[in-house]
């Protein structure tokens, strides 16, 4: 469909593929990654989680993900703090 109107995703710095975090388990991710990869595009992954890293970090150029980050933002949730970390606020994008 981009072809068909003139774009060409090859030519492009970067092109988003998601959000694939219902699919990465089945396989079909890895395969539309795969498909797009093959075609020379770029490939930044939105919502991947760590199985679908392991299965289509080599066909891709970036990713991102809100999993890792999960159980901060469900401790901040319910009120919890984490302990290890000096710095105020929400550890949701905390490294620790």
């Known amino acids: ?3 068909a109107e003139g774009i060409d ?3 492009l710095p970067i092109v988003g593929v998601g959000s694939v975090c219902r699919r990465q388990h089945t396989g079909e991710a890895v395969a539309i990654f795969e498909s ?3 075609r020379g595009i770029r490939l930044h992954g939105f919502g991947l989680k760590l199985e679908g890293l392991r299965r289509a970090a080599h ?3 970036s ?7 999960f159980g901060a933002r469900q401790e ?3 009120g919890a ?3 290890h970390c000096a710095h105020r606020g929400s550890c949701a994008n905390c490294i620790h």
Do not use: G, K
Not at 64 to 69: C, H, I
């Open 1 to 3: 469909m981009y072809r």
């Open 9 to 11: 995703l090859a030519s």
């Open 36 to 38: 797009l990869y093959d």
């Open 59 to 61: 066909l891709l150029a």
């Open 63 to 69: 990713a991102d993900s809100l999993a890792w980050s």
């Open 76 to 78: 901040r949730a319910q």
């Open 81 to 83: 703090l984490t302990t």
